[in-house]
């Protein structure tokens, strides 16, 4: 009997989970996403191509390779349609290798007519929301009403469709949302809802299976499977910065439910971090620069959401935040992604702790949004040396080795691997 690996994000998402996830495909026999749906991007870059994906899992590049979409995961039939006809672009015919979760949930247009409305009528206690409908979706799922990728099969998919969408459009309308108005993708809602029954009959065209019996007779089987996860652990709905959170759990545990395999079937933790911190969206971030250097960790890393454009908010890694996550996944390994980006800085700092009223921490406070966090910084000279061209880990420059101990110091993880850059056969391993 074999295990599920498990490789997540330990900050606020965007650790560069796509890269390494496609980097580590060629250990597995299976990749499965569990949580989460297409408020996910997930980068890959190799020979030259560039590649986003939302809701398909990260190994659908490597063809001998079985993808799974789990029945954590919600799915939104058109951009899942322009998912497919993106990747078949590149030649990739993903009807050969991805299987779907009969449990998954469905996101409706009107799921995400909901997702505008409460973001409006929150005004300026906005969560900055990708408005891909994810929160509503799994209010649904949890009220025991939602539809899942199975119920498209039943013959009354359309009147279960139209008694949800009614729901959504009344209670939009009570929050006080121009609902006439409202466009998906540049379109108008019905029109878009037309585009969304007709991308169903991509979805047929898959394998839409019972996942977790193939997952658990996969691991019977001795195959190896990789759970991906999305977003971050941050952004967890029990342990994030509530309310600035996604509405699934990103944490290890969110594996056992997301995929239906038992907590006693989970292998090695992956933990992927970046060498400072992002995020998007609202919400604390204490070690957030304001200044010229947040400006160039932005500028050098590229930080534009992959997914909505936003520039991404930067920061000096936050230790008590990656210890946290370190805690609850489960870290057995870490991966830390983009020194790179620091490559000119004279120098690069940490967060070890925090100040709040004059008190020193290394705990997340219960209190995360409302109380006044002064992060507690170590410096560490930079190593002001190109990383690009190194091909080991013993080849790092050594004040770049000086500050990857002392993050497995802080977090008590050893680290597995570094990345620098965005291509696939950037990854040294230690
Ligand atoms: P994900 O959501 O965790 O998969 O991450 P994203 O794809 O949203 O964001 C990570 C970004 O960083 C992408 O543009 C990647 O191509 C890029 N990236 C990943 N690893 C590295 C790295 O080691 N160095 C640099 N410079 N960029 C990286
Ligand atoms: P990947 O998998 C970064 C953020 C949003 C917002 C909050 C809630 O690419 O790392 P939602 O759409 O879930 O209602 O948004 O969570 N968020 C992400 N931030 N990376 C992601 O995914 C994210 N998915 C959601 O910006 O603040
Ligand atoms: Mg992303």
């Not at 990789?226 to 967890?236: P, R």
Request: overall charge neutral; hydrophobic content about 35%.
């Amino acid at each position: 009997m074999s295990k599920v690996d498990v490789l997540l994000g330990l900050q606020w998402g965007d650790e560069g989970k796509g890269k390494v996830v496609d980097v580590l495909t060629p250990q597995y026999d299976v990749v499965a996403r569990f949580q989460g749906g297409p408020n996910a991007g997930h980068t890959l870059e190799f020979n030259g191509m560039k590649h986003v994906l939302r809701t398909i899992p990260s190994g659908i590049f490597h063809r001998e390779k079985i993808n799974v979409i789990g029945n954590g995961v919600l799915i939104e039939p058109c951009i899942f349609k322009g998912e497919i006809e993106a990747l078949k672009e590149k030649n990739v015919d993903a009807t050969q290798n991805l299987y779907i979760s009969k449990k998954a949930h469905l996101i409706l247009p009107s799921h995400r007519l909901m997702d505008a409305a409460n973001e409006q009528s929150k005004g300026k206690s906005k969560i900055g929301s990708t408005l891909k409908g994810i929160g509503p979706a799994y209010t649904d799922k949890v009220a025991r009403t939602g539809l899942r990728v199975g119920d498209i099969l039943s013959a009354d998919f359309s009147a279960r469709f139209e008694h949800l969408r009614q729901q959504h459009i009344q209670m939009a309308r009570m929050l006080g949302f121009d609902v006439e108005s409202f466009q998906l993708e540049g379109i108008p809602f019905a029109e878009y809802e037309k585009r969304w029954m007709e991308s169903l009959q991509t979805l047929r065209q898959f394998r839409l299976i019972n996942s977790e019996y193939f997952i658990n007779q996969c691991l019977r089987d001795g195959k190896k499977v990789l759970a991906e996860g999305a977003q971050g652990s941050m952004l967890d709905i029990d342990f994030g910065s509530y309310p600035f959170v996604t509405s699934s759990n990103t944490v290890t545990a969110g594996v056992c439910s997301g995929l239906g395999i038992a907590p006693s079937s989970i292998g090695r933790v992956m933990g992927i971090t970046k060498a400072y911190c992002t995020r998007v969206g609202a919400g604390p971030f204490p070690t957030e620069l304001f200044d010229e250097t947040g400006k160039r960790l932005c500028e050098n890393g590229h930080e534009f959401g992959s997914v909505t454009g936003r520039p991404r908010r930067c920061g000096w890694i936050d230790i008590p935040a990656l210890r946290y996550a370190c805690m609850l996944d489960g870290v057995t390994d870490l991966f830390v992604t983009k020194p790179d980006v620091m490559d000119d800085f004279d120098e690069v700092k940490m967060c070890t702790a925090y100040s709040i009223n004059g008190q020193q921490t290394d705990e997340l406070p219960f209190e995360f949004n409302d109380v006044k966090i002064e992060p507690v910084l170590q410096k560490f000279e930079g190593w002001k040396t190109p990383l690009a061209g190194t091909t080991s880990y013993e080849q790092l420059p050594q004040r770049l080795r000086t500050y990857l101990d002392a993050i497995e110091q802080h977090t008590g993880v050893h680290i597995m691997a570094v990345s620098i850059s965005p291509d696939r056969k950037d990854v040294l391993f230690k």
